[in-house]
């Protein structure tokens, strides 16, 4: 026989049971070190599935050029040296990830060349466009506590920052995968001649 609870006892009830299951998924994520365990899926959390577009909508602004292309040519055409910045960066710098900027306008040429640098480099990157990149300095790399701006490419000073500034941070010898994959064109490998733990950066460059 069906018994019909009052409303009251339903409810009470009802939160009883919800916060049983925030408990749970509160201990399952809790971690002694940094509070919240990392790369740990979950909804209540960052998942890299849910609510994506808080950070970012899908828009096609982020990575289009607006520049009409009678002056596209310019961009990054006046040779200017590297500024280097350091300073306190956000959460994929902690993981001691290279990340690679480049402004949509930028040479593609030179994108390319950037690009080949760093997935020759390291397996802990991120490439993508960044329309708030100078156009003096379409193309950038940043690292836990700084980053380079660039005109053009030198291959030495890429290289030498990402030996000098890849893996640094707290947890850069975390080799672990993140759950992300949102527009994702590429997965990132370990270069040839090194492993998943990056042993070795820029292993077939000079």
Not at 26 to 34: E, G, I, S, T, V
Not at 104 to 118: I, M, N, Q, S, T
Not at 173 to 193: C, N, S, V
């Amino acid at each position: 026989m069906a018994v019909r609870l009052p409303p009251l006892v339903t409810l009470v009830l009802l939160l009883l049971v919800l916060e049983s299951g925030v408990k749970t998924a509160r201990l399952d994520l809790f971690d002694r070190k940094q509070g919240i365990r990392m790369g740990v899926p979950s909804n209540g959390c960052d998942d890299g599935k849910t609510g994506l577009s808080v950070d970012y909508n899908g828009s096609a602004v982020e990575y289009t050029c607006f520049l009409p292309k009678s002056k596209r040519w310019r961009v990054g055409l006046n040779v200017v040296e590297p500024v280097q910045h350091c300073d306190d960066l956000p959460d994929d710098y902690y993981h001691g990830s290279v990340i690679m900027l480049y402004h949509p306008c930028a040479d593609y040429r030179e994108v390319d060349r950037l690009k080949g640098l760093v997935r020759g480099c390291i397996r802990k990157h991120i490439i993508t466009p960044y329309p708030k990149l100078s156009l003096l300095r379409p193309l950038a790399l940043v690292a836990w506590g700084c980053r380079l701006e660039m005109s053009h490419v030198d291959p030495a000073t890429v290289r030498s920052f990402i030996r000098e500034k890849g893996l640094k941070g707290p947890e850069g010898d975390l080799p672990k995968q993140g759950q992300y994959d949102f527009m994702l064109l590429q997965r990132a490998e370990p270069p040839a001649g090194s492993d998943i733990n990056d042993s070795v950066l820029c292993p077939s460059q000079p």
